[in-house]
């Protein structure tokens, strides 16, 4: 029987944490400060001045995502205390915050702590009021408290299936506020658990078929959600030849997901969200060196955001209607597949030469935009794990982002300053569209050159916007490097969920 996601419960407490009870307590602890905070005084006071001892000895220095644990012997309510390092004050963020509640739910889960204690939001910079802080930190805690290990037979080591988090303040003002935004990161960090897994499964467990059926399941359980898919017949109909191409090869043939959640009101705007789920990643009749290519299970990881983000749009109920249109193949080699040199026309009628099947996620990308501008979409945002020049040129802490509208590249930047998912504002003017050009089709799927390869990519699909307001992230970094905190498990870091979610709330505002 496979293990399920660990249960996450946020909540929030009226209370003094001295004496709230609990498995662990989580202090959030500055480098370089003589006098920490408040709550870490007291409770230092408390035990006897363990801390100070501990910090005086060096064996803790508060660094960031640095931890140390204390036993509490009855002296306190909570059972252990963990020190968390933040670095220095002056350098921290909410993202700082966000990752501190993270590392709380990751050591919690890890020392099988049922429940789990924190008030550090009363440190966070001023201007984060609780609101936001509730948010924040559900958001961590669900981060941090996710495990893939569903197939993991073994049951020694076993963890807890489920983690109460409390945050705590002695303010009945601050709860509510911090209840508030706790409901809102509660449903972001749930949805991100959910992409995660979707994301970390492998090729022999999702591919479009099965990526469909679960994107039909999940939709079924979110009122005012709804799901089509489009089979290989239907998308025959609708001419979608790139997605056509691209999944020729495989044995799961290719399909198309649309997501759909309706504002009430007639008159809001709608915004096309288009993720490429290209389920493996062969490289197809060009194929991929070996090393690394288990990787290419990850491929899908843009599509997969759209699909958490869906869930956690049609939750919250914005005053925006939102498509979440998933083109999904698995690009393989085989008698069936798409070969260098074909030319193949895609939904929107443009035709495509092929110079590279391994160049394939804009050959589903296309027909995923032009669905979006059939469907009149006034704003179309498309996510995938595009290129790897956009890994050379941002390693693993930036998407890129390209757009043909400045206002859409700054509500961009501030979605994603807001849900700490990281973007970088890159090129992609007509300069990269030359290259795209072919002399027997009305583009090429791949350029002559290796320079600017994010940017050209961005130049070709930017051709399928028609002139609609457009953004493209390319987050191919973002799920090779997931682990580079080291905070929680390894595998998908669910980006884009929060990124996405967040541009669509405030979209409606
Ligand atoms: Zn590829």
Redesign the pocket.
């Known amino acids: 029987m496979a293990k399920k996601i660990i249960s996450v419960t946020v909540k929030t407490k009226c209370a003094d944490i001295i004496t709230t009870k609990s498995d662990l307590v989580a202090v959030a602890v500055f480098s370089g400060e003589v006098k920490p905070d408040p709550l870490c005084r007291q409770i230092d006071k408390k035990l006897g001045g363990a801390i100070s001892n501990l910090m005086e000895m060096g064996d803790f220095k508060a660094k960031a995502h640095t931890t140390a644990v204390l036993y509490t012997d009855g002296k306190i309510a909570a059972k252990r205390v963990l020190l968390i390092g933040m670095g220095e004050r002056a350098k921290s963020s909410s993202d700082s915050f966000r990752d501190a509640a993270a590392i709380a739910a990751d050591r919690s889960v890890g020392l099988k702590a049922a429940t789990v204690t924190l008030a550090f939001h009363a440190q966070m910079p001023s201007g984060v009021g609780e609101e936001i802080a509730g948010q924040i930190l559900a958001e961590g805690i669900h981060y941090g408290a996710y495990r893939f290990d569903e197939f993991k037979t073994d049951k020694e080591n076993g963890r807890l299936d489920k983690l109460t988090a409390v945050i705590v303040d002695g303010k009945a003002g601050n709860v509510k506020g911090l209840a508030k935004g706790v409901k809102v990161g509660v449903v972001t960090g749930q949805a991100q658990m959910y992409a995660r897994t979707i994301a970390n499964q492998p090729g022999n467990v999702i591919n479009p078929g099965t990526l469909a059926a679960a994107a039909k399941k999940m939709a079924a359980g979110v009122p005012g959600l709804s799901c089509k898919v489009y089979d290989e017949k239907q998308l025959k109909q609708i001419k979608a030849g790139g997605i056509l191409a691209v999944g020729g090869g495989s044995a799961t043939g290719p399909r198309m997901i649309v997501l759909k959640y309706k504002a009430k009101s007639a008159k809001a705007p709608t915004v096309g969200l288009v993720g490429k789920a290209?389920t493996f990643?062969s490289?197809?009749i060009d194929i991929?060196g070996a090393a690394g290519m288990d990787e290419?299970k990850f491929?899908k990881s843009g599509g997969i955001a759209v699909l958490g983000a869906m869930q956690a749009i049609a939750k919250l109920k914005p005053a925006v209607n939102v498509y979440g249109i998933i083109p999904s193949a698995e690009?393989m080699p085989g008698g069936r597949s798409y070969r260098p040199g074909d030319i193949v026309t895609t939904m929107s009628g443009k035709t495509v030469e092929i110079l590279n099947?391994?160049?394939?996620?804009r050959m589903i990308l296309c027909d995923g935009i032009d669905y979006a501008v059939k469907n009149k979409c006034d704003t179309i945002i498309d996510i995938a794990t595009l290129t790897g020049s956009c890994v050379v040129a941002l390693g693993k802490y930036m998407a890129g982002l390209m757009s043909n509208d400045d206002g859409l590249l700054k509500d961009m930047q501030a979605a994603s300053s807001r849900s700490g998912e990281k973007v970088w504002h890159l090129p992609c003017t007509d300069d990269y569209l030359e290259d795209m050009k072919s002399k027997v089709a009305d583009l090429r799927n791949a350029g002559t050159t290796r320079w600017g390869g994010a940017s050209m990519a961005a130049a070709f699909l930017r051709e399928f916007a028609a002139g609609r307001k457009w953004a493209h992230i390319d987050m191919a970094g973002m799920e090779i490097f997931a682990g580079h905190k080291n905070i929680g498990c390894d595998g998908s870091p669910g980006f884009g969920v929060r990124l996405l979610t967040d541009y669509v709330m405030n979209v409606a505002k």
């Not at 099947?357 to 996620?361: K, S, V």
């Open positions: 290209v990643d490289g197809g991929k290419m491929d690009n099947t391994d160049a394939e996620g």
